[in-house]
């Protein structure tokens, strides 16, 4: 009883917490008008990581990190981090205005893993928050 008293005491006197970057949250990644996964981004100082998990079981997540410039960001995957083994290149073109936009630069299939989707590919991301 003690542990649950103090743990809400810690939540009731703990400050609001900022997002560092202007871009940071959770979006949902949009194929063909249907949500096919989310992706979290987090941003400091221009450095970004984003994580893309697909909702389905037993699916990989894929963490990718790199540099914004403006409202852009060329994004690559992390080796040996991920659960699948592909190599892949993003641009993600953030607007404030509406969905965001995503295109493959490059997937280069592993072991594993494929890609499903083609270099070129675009979806939209929508902010959730």
Not at 10 to 20: D, E, G, I, K
């Amino acid at each position: 009883m003690k542990k649950i008293i103090a743990l809400l005491l810690h939540f009731a006197l703990s400050n609001t917490v900022y997002a560092a970057g202007p871009y940071d949250g959770i979006y949902s990644v949009i194929v063909s008008g249907f949500i096919s996964g989310y992706a979290t981004v987090h941003e400091v100082d221009n450095k970004m990581i984003v994580i893309i998990v697909d909702p389905v079981p037993n699916t990989p997540w894929e963490p990718m990190i790199g540099t914004r410039r403006g409202n852009s960001v060329s994004l690559r995957s992390v080796p040996d981090v991920s659960s699948s083994d592909i190599n892949l290149k993003v641009i993600i073109n953030f607007n404030d205005n509406g969905p965001s936009t995503a295109t493959i630069n490059s997937c280069v299939n592993g072991i594993s893993h494929v890609c499903i989707y083609p270099s070129g590919s675009q979806f939209n991301l929508e902010k959730l928050f």
